[in-house]
């Protein structure tokens, strides 16, 4: 017989991942509001921070760039009106560009 009292970590990703999230995962699994509700869940996501990410492969393959961004409430709070929550989903160079503006 098994017993699981709690998953630590579950990774959901691919089409409708949102949707799933939203209506199956939250209500009917966790029973509790959770993706949206960030913010107000773990206030300390909008404390001032620097992140900095790699691009490059590195001394092997070439040259690496570390770009670097200074982020507050603010910019957050701007980012999420505009619709930006995982840089990696822009996937076009026109979505950049009509972000940029």
């Known amino acids: 017989m098994w017993c699981f ?10 089409k409708g991942t949102q949707e799933f999230v939203e209506f199956v995962l939250e209500p009917e699994i966790l029973q509790e509001a959770r993706l949206g509700y960030e913010a107000i ?3 300390d996501l909008l404390l001032p921070a620097w992140a900095l990410d790699e691009s490059g492969k590195g001394d092997f393959f ?12 603010a910019v957050v ?8 929550r995982d840089s990696k989903n822009i996937s076009s160079d026109k979505r950049i560009r009509e972000l940029r503006n």
């Open 62 to 73: 070439g040259r690496s760039a570390l770009p670097a961004a200074y982020v507050n409430e």
């Open 5 to 14: 009292t709690r998953v630590a970590n579950v990774v959901v990703q691919g």
């Open 77 to 84: 709070k701007a980012w999420a009106d505009v619709g930006i």
């Open 41 to 43: 869940l773990n206030p």
